[in-house]
């Protein structure tokens, strides 16, 4: 039963998981390359966009987990004013655009990726196709 509940809360956990991995990641590359810069002299040509990637994708799981949490942002103070079924309309309509944005950009980064896997964009140190990315 151990198994199970290990594999379980791993699963439960993963986005938080691949955020610290990520957090650290990228911190430990900049200061790597930090110090190589200024106690060597020596460059690291791909590090900086390594480092720049793996935050991106840290930003990307971080609003994952978030979400989640429920830890996001919201402005309610103006709603202290209203009934309580005038503001659950209210976030309900918010909550409903808040979809309909995400499916939008859902749509045109698809579109956006499609574009970038036929006419690749190749990133400029590391090689990488931006499709993937």
């Given amino acids: 039963m151990k198994a199970k509940e290990f594999i379980k809360r791993l699963l439960d956990n993963v986005e938080n998981y691949i955020c610290q991995f990520l957090l650290s990641f990228f911190i430990s590359l900049l ?3 930090i110090i190589s810069r200024e106690v060597f002299s020596v460059n690291i040509s791909w590090g900086e966009e390594l480092a720049r ?16 949490l429920g830890a ?6 103006q709603f202290k004013w209203l009934s309580k079924k005038t503001t ?6 918010a ?5 309909v944005f995400n499916i939008v950009i859902i749509y045109k ?25």
Avoid: C
């Fill in 95 to 99: 909550d409903l655009i808040w979809i």
């Fill in 88 to 93: 659950n309309y209210i976030e309900g309509f």
């Fill in 109 to 133: 980064s698809i579109f956006l990726i499609k574009s970038m896997i036929q006419f690749p964009y190749i990133s400029p140190t590391l090689g990488w196709s931006m499709a993937y990315i």
């Fill in 72 to 77: 996001h942002n919201r402005v309610t103070f």
């Fill in 53 to 68: 990637f793996s935050f991106v994708w840290f930003v990307f799981f971080g609003a994952v987990v978030a979400a989640r």
């Fill in 31 to 33: 200061f790597v390359q």
